[in-house]
């Protein structure tokens, strides 16, 4: 008897090893291996699974060497290395690779336990019972096996979940000898010399696999509960059996605290918390003070696909199992269930799928930002722990990625007086293997105006693609049409998102691994985009765009930068200067512009005596109390501060006066103060989250009959992905204008733009700046269009007997700049047809405008997609771009729909796999 186990000893360890080092060393590694490492260089795969990877096949070698080494006439030792050492790390890895995802608090601790238990099993294995001159390495060794005793008892009691029905299965599947038929197909499609050697071993590899999880159970507990007494029966033997009662007790009672206590998932208390609307502040202030378990909480339910096996509802594999295989009663394979469920607890979601989209607007609502772009690091390292592919579009996760490198970059400015025309030539080359879109949210000056956009594969001036002027909503749906993995061709997408806002977007990108065919055109390898604009001079010179926001795009010192034909060093971390220098002293000058359309446009200069503040003014604040405005309690103090100081907090309506009018998100009614010396900032609670068009509401239900000669809505940059693709915003009695304290946003939502152009407003981020400009321009009569950047724009209707002798070619673009923020005025842009003409205008001059994007097409499919889309009646209406990134759910391993029909899948799947390495061999 002893001779046959000793056989079957040296078999198990022996046949299983080189079978698996014979497959590794001549067909994994150089094939997947070496990709493998090299994918990991270049940044594609995160560090940690190739970690995981090469230690999935150092760990057989490393043992086959000690094997052959230290205990090559040792069976016993020999099948101890085998199944309490090799094969619960080589189980670890396989689980690490391909079934477990993000580690969680409770997951972790099970992974560390099982890292110390095989740590201190090897350890005995190779030095057993510490002496007694090593005291501490005995306590050591005394604590680490009670927990190894304890883990051995949990490890088999779960693995025996599983070995039972494998067991049977395999038996039943054996004698059905319906794994015949794959075998012979895959034998008989074999088209390389050895694919019989290579079939043998496969099978050999999972037949020895399947007894690997079959005994494994038994054998590891046995092992594991054998090593750990006998641990402690030394230690007892040298130190006492109460010292060794009381601190193995200790240890299982830690185990066990802990893994009760991690239990207890964040995302339980974070839904309690907010599962009623707060009523009032009080109620807001205790949530706000408990802002991070909130935090912890809805992020753990969102990222729940990626850091959970399965959640526990879904969790029925078990019980599916034990009823098919093993034909049990439904309440004993439930039963069943229950109890691996307690067990995998540290591996299993409390909760449903729903919580995922349940968290997601729960955390825009008390955070009031996106939980995507709030999070994103963390929400990218979980989708990177599944080989999750992100979408090619560029979105919230890919703000301030590193992924396309900016190569060079020239601006030229050519000037004419007081105004110029800026070109802006920029070189994108793809750090990636993967398609890129490149993403830019900037700013311009009120009055400047984007005159041309084109795209290019190379620095060929007469080979690159022009843009044409399209509606906003068309131009958006092509663009969004074009922007895919598969056969990407090039498109760029300019829009005007604001009254001195755009976003610029620019696809394919050309990855970095591009193969050039002989005998074939040369493949892009980089892309090139030209952007020009016309701008009036300022005391600076001339003002290039602000960046306001970046995605995938980056620079670095030796991103070569060029200014009218001179090389230039520039801070890292900025895209553009905020001016270029003028050649001389700028000398504002009156411009007379006339358009087509029957109307004249003046620009006239404006000296600082020219602004004036309000007199006997009413102007209605709307106080946004949102919890990104907490930010900005200092700005808004100040802001009321200049109010009080310059006559619009004393009552008098003789002279200027202002009321205040508190929004609130849901749960507390908005407040009017007549009386804004009544407000203190820093006793609001700044909570949740609320959009201009519900503020604009609850100040329209306030106002009653009251008048007023300007609103003035007091925000923050607030948070754009969060608006609804409303078409309307509520009217208002006098022009809106919204002050951002802090900082300009980088794109408003189209019903807000209109609501601005239509009403006469703005936008600013300083109050004097705004009540400045609305006395001006009231004093300087109704024809004024705008009063910006030290001009001031006349409409006025063409007189053409009247000769003009000074008219600006030239200048058409920034005119018609202005012709549309006139007739928005004018004429009711909520038809197709009063849209239609203003979008003309745009067209023939060749100009971005709010209702009109600058789109290049490179195809006969994008043009004809384009006259489609400009043909529907929605052409004119744009979806809110919200950045969100549509992830895909990992597959649940733990979730069987219905159960698996009896066949020989297991040498089925087996073979199958070996045709598809056999056919990409070939």
Not at 534 to 553: A, C, F, H, T
Not at 591 to 602: A, F, Q, S, T
Request: aromatic share 12%; hydrophobic share 45%; net charge neutral.
């Amino acid at each position: 008897m002893k001779l046959f186990w000793n056989i079957s000893f040296y078999g198990i360890f022996w046949l299983w090893n080189l079978t698996f080092l014979t497959c590794v060393y001549l067909g994994i590694l150089p094939f997947v291996g070496v990709p493998l490492v090299e994918a990991t260089l270049r940044g594609d795969i995160p560090t940690e699974f190739s970690f995981t990877f090469l230690a999935l096949i150092a760990i057989p070698s490393i043992a086959s060497i000690i094997g052959g080494w230290r205990f090559a006439k040792q069976p016993l030792q020999l099948i101890r290395l085998f199944y309490g050492v090799e094969a619960p790390l080589f189980v670890l890895c396989l689980l690490r690779l391909f079934v477990i995802r993000e580690l969680t608090p409770a997951s972790s601790q099970i992974m560390l336990t099982t890292g110390v238990c095989i740590a201190a099993f090897t350890g005995e294995l190779f030095w057993g019972f510490a002496s007694r001159r090593k005291s501490s390495l005995q306590w050591v060794q005394m604590l680490s096996h009670t927990l190894m005793l304890v883990f051995g008892i949990y490890a088999g009691a779960v693995l025996l979940f599983y070995a039972l029905p494998l067991a049977v299965f395999l038996v039943q599947e054996f004698v059905k000898f319906q794994w015949v038929e794959p075998l012979w197909n895959l034998l008989y499609h074999s088209a390389f010399f050895g694919g019989l050697f290579l079939i043998f071993i496969w099978l050999v590899i999972v037949g020895f696999s399947a007894t690997l999880f079959i005994a494994m159970p038994s054998a590891l507990s046995a092992m594991y509960v054998h090593s750990g007494v006998k641990i402690l029966r030394a230690f007892a033997a040298d130190h006492g059996k109460n010292k060794t009662f009381f601190g193995a007790g200790a240890v299982v009672v830690a185990f066990a605290v802990t893994f009760l206590s991690l239990q207890q998932q964040p995302q339980v208390m974070a839904f309690s918390l907010l599962a009623k609307v707060p009523t009032n502040d009080s109620d807001r202030q205790t949530l706000l003070a408990k802002s991070e378990p909130i935090r912890t909480g809805l992020v753990n339910a969102y990222l729940s696909s990626y850091r959970y096996l399965s959640s526990r509802q879904e969790n029925n594999h078990i019980s599916a199992m034990y009823r098919h295989v093993l034909g049990l009663d439904k309440s004993v394979a439930d039963g069943l269930q229950t109890t691996y469920n307690f067990l995998m607890s540290p591996f299993l979601y409390n909760g449903t799928e729903k919580d995922i989209a349940k968290a997601e607007k729960l955390y825009a609502d008390f955070f009031d930002t996106p939980l995507q772009k709030a999070e994103k690091t963390t929400v990218s390292h979980a989708v990177q722990s599944t080989f999750n592919e992100q979408e090619v579009k560029a979105g919230l996760l890919n703000i301030n990625e590193k992924k396309v490198w900016l190569a060079s970059q020239q601006v030229t400015v050519k000037e004419h007086s007081d105004w110029a025309d800026v070109e802006l030539y920029e070189v994108y080359k793809n750090q990636t293997r993967e398609v890129q879109e490149v993403f830019y949210s900037f700013s311009l000056p009120e009055s400047a105006v984007i005159a041309g956009l084109w795209l290019g594969d190379t620095n060929k001036l007469d080979q690159r693609f022009r843009f044409v002027v399209s509606p906003r909503g068309a131009a958006q749906k092509v663009y969004n049409s074009q922007v895919r993995r598969t056969r990407p061709v090039d498109p760029a997408l300019l829009e005007q998102v604001g009254l001195r806002h755009y976003r610029l977007r620019a696809f394919p990108i050309p990855p970095n691994n591009v193969q050039q065919i002989e005998g074939q055109p040369q493949l892009p390898t980089e892309m090139h985009l030209w952007l020009t604009y016309k701008v009036m001079g300022q005391n600076k010179g001339w003002e290039m765009p602000d960046l306001g926001e970046r995605r995938n795009i980056f620079w670095t010192n030796k991103t070569k930068r060029i200014r009218n034909g001179k090389e230039i060093g520039l801070q890292e971390d900025a895209w553009l200067e905020e001016f270029i220098p003028a050649s001389g002293k700028i000398q504002p000058t009156l411009h007379e512009v006339n358009l087509d359309e029957g109307y004249k446009i003046l620009a006239k200069p404006l000296s600082n005596r020219d602004y004036i503040l309000p007199k006997n003014q009413r102007v209605a604040l709307v106080i946004d109390t949102s919890r990104s405005m907490g930010e900005h309690i200092k700005e808004l103090t100040n802001t009321l501060s200049w109010l009080r100081k310059n006559g619009f907090a004393d009552n008098d309506l003789t002279n200027n006066d202002a009321d205040l009018y508190i929004s609130f998100s849901p749960g507390i009614r908005p407040k009017r103060l007549d009386d804004i010396q009544q407000f203190q900032a820093e006793k609001i609670a700044f909570y949740g989250t609320i959009q201009p068009q519900e503020m604009l509401e609850q100040f329209n239900t306030l106002r009653g009959d009251t008048a007023y000669d300007a609103v003035l809505l007091l925000s923050d940059e607030g948070s754009y992905e969060l608006s609804k693709n409303n078409k309307n915003v509520p009217s208002t009695p006098a022009p809106l204008w919204m002050v951002h304290l802090g900082g300009l946003p980088s794109t408003y939502n189209d019903g807000i733009i209109k609501s601005l152009q239509d009403s006469g407003g703005g936008v600013a981020v300083d109050i004097a700046e705004v009540l400045q400009r609305i006395a001006t321009k009231s004093v300087l009569g109704d024809s004024v269009v705008n009063v910006v950047n030290d001009y001031a724009w006349y409409l006025q209707k063409l007189d053409p007997a009247v000769a003009t002798t000074n008219q600006q070619d030239d200048l058409l673009p920034l005119a018609a700049r202005q012709l549309i923020l006139g007739l928005s005025k004018e004429i009711k842009l909520d038809n197709l047809k009063s849209l239609d003409a203003i979008h003309a205008v745009a067209k023939k001059y060749k100009i971005v405008s709010p209702y009109s994007s600058m789109l290049v097409l490179v195809n006969d499919e994008q043009r004809r997609l384009l006259k489609e889309a400009e043909a529907e009646s929605d052409r004119f209406d744009r979806k809110v771009e919200n950045g969100k990134e549509n992830l895909s759910k990992p597959n649940n391993p733990l979730k069987v729909s219905v159960p698996e029909a009896s066949g020989g899948w297991l040498v089925g799947v087996s073979a199958i796999a070996l045709f598809i390495l056999v056919k990409r061999r070939r």
